[in-house]
C-alpha cells in the first residue's frame, strides 16, 4: 500500500511504498479516506513535539476519517505510533473509534475534529467551566481558535472575546458568536490596554490559549494588573504554543490576582477521558454549521504540499 513516509526530521515526507499493517488485539484495520495536516502532524513529523520518541521512519497523522471491514465510516484517533494516518490503510484501537452518521463529509469531520476537540476537552475536562462564564480566545484567528469561539458559546459562555492578528479572520468572529473581537496586530502598548480593557469589562474567568511564548507574556500582566476584582478566579488554559514555546512567570502574577494556569492537551487529560468525549463532539460537529476551511489533497501530493505556507486553511490529504 501507499503511505506518506518520514525518514528524516529534516526532510518533508515522501509518498511511498510500504508493507500493510498488521493489526493486533482487537485492533481493527480501516481504509482511510481523509486525514489532516494540523500543527501537532507537523511537530511528529519534525520530531519537535514533547511526545516525539525520535525513532524513524514514521507514517504520520493522528487521526482521520475512515471506513472498518464492516463498512462503517468511523471517525478515529491513533495512539502514539509509528503507523500514522496517512497511508492507505491504518489500524485503529475500537476503543478510540467513533461511528459517524452516513452523509457526513469526511474531509470536514477529518479538518475539524482536532481543533475543536482542543477548547472542548480544555472546558469539559481542565476546569469547572460554568454557563454563563466569559470567555477570552487567545489566537482567535487560527483553526482552533476560530473553534473555540463557536465551542465556547454552545457550551455556555456569556460572553467571547476573540484576540487575534489577522484582520480578516478576526473580523468573521462576530458573526462566529465572539461579542468582542481585539487585534493583536496593533502597537503593543496600545494592544496591551485594548486586552486588559476588554477583559475587565467582561470579567474575563477562562483565557483559552493557543499562543503562550511572547504574545502571553504581554497578555498575562495586560490583563492581570487591569483587572478590578484580582480576587475573582481566573483559570488560564494553555493549550497552544504558537507564538513560542517558553513563558517566565514572575511571582507577582501569581500572588496579585487570582490565577490558575493550567494546560490541556495530551497527557494533561487520560486518554479515555478523551476517548469518551468523541461521541458527543462528532455528533455535536457533525449536526452544526461549522465552517473550517479545509483543502481537500491527494495524498501523492505530501511532499509538495507539505512544505507550502501556511495560510489559513487545513490541509486534509484524502487517499
Ligand atoms: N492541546 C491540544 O489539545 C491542542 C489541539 C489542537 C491544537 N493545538 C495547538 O493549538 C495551536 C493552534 O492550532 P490551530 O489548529 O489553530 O493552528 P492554525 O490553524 O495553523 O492557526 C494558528 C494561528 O496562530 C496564529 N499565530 C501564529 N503565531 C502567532 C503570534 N506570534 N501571535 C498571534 N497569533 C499567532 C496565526 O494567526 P494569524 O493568521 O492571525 O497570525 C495562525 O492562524 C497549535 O499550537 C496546536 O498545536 C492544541
Redesign the pocket.
Known amino acids: 500500500m501507499f503511505a506518506a513516509v518520514v525518514r528524516s526530521f529534516e526532510n518533508p515526507p515522501r509518498y511511498e511504498e510500504i508493507a500493510a499493517p498488521e493489526p493486533a488485539g482487537d485492533d481493527l484495520v480501516v481504509d482511510v479516506l481523509a486525514a489532516a495536516l494540523?500543527?501537532?502532524v507537523r511537530?511528529s513529523a519534525d520530531g519537535s513535539h514533547y511526545e516525539s520518541t525520535g525513532e524513524l521512519p514514521l507514517v504520520p497523522g493522528i487521526d482521520g476519517v475512515g471506513r472498518t471491514a464492516d463498512g462503517s465510516l468511523v471517525y478515529f484517533i491513533l495512539a502514539d505510533t509509528l503507523m500514522g494516518s496517512m497511508a492507505e490503510r491504518t489500524v485503529v484501537d475500537p476503543r478510540r473509534c467513533v461511528a459517524l452518521p452516513d452523509g457526513v463529509d469526511p474531509v470536514t469531520i477529518a479538518a475539524a475534529m482536532?481543533?475543536a476537540?482542543?477548547s472542548w476537552?480544555?472546558l469539559r475536562k481542565r476546569i469547572a467551566f460554568q454557563p454563563g462564564q466569559s470567555v477570552l480566545v487567545l489566537?482567535a484567528?487560527?483553526?482552533?481558535?476560530?473553534?473555540a469561539v463557536q465551542i465556547a458559546k454552545h457550551l455556555g459562555a456569556g460572553h467571547v472575546i476573540a484576540a487575534?492578528?489577522?484582520p480578516e479572520?478576526?473580523a468573521e468572529l462576530e458573526a462566529l458568536g465572539a461579542d468582542r473581537v481585539v487585534s493583536?496586530?496593533g502597537e503593543p502598548e496600545a494592544v496591551d490596554a485594548e486586552l486588559g480593557a476588554a477583559a475587565d469589562e467582561a470579567s474575563v474567568d477562562v483565557v483559552i490559549d493557543?499562543?503562550w511564548?511572547?504574545?502571553t507574556q504581554r497578555a498575562i500582566p495586560a490583563i492581570v494588573t487591569r483587572r478590578s476584582d484580582r480576587g475573582r478566579p481566573l483559570a488560564w488554559i494553555e493549550?497552544?504554543?504558537?507564538?513560542?514555546l517558553e513563558l517566565t512567570v514572575p511571582s507577582e502574577w501569581l500572588r496579585a490576582a487570582r490565577l490558575q494556569l493550567v494546560?490541556?492537551?495530551?497527557g494533561s487529560v487520560p486518554t479515555r477521558e478523551i476517548a469518551a468525549e468523541l461521541p458527543a463532539l462528532a455528533e455535536h460537529i457533525s449536526a452544526s454549521d461549522y465552517t473550517i476551511d479545509a483543502v481537500p489533497t491527494p495524498l501523492r501530493d505530501v511532499q509538495s504540499t507539505w512544505t507550502k505556507p501556511?495560510s489559513?486553511e487545513?490541509i486534509v490529504f484524502v487517499v
Request: hydrophobic share 30%; charged share 15%.
Open positions: 494540523h500543527p501537532r511537530s482536532n481543533p476537540m482542543s476537552i480544555a489566537g484567528t487560527g483553526n482552533a481558535g476560530r473553534m487575534g492578528r489577522d479572520r478576526l493583536l496586530g493557543y499562543l511564548g511572547a504574545a493549550i497552544g504554543s504558537m507564538a513560542g494546560g490541556s492537551g495530551q501556511n489559513g487545513r
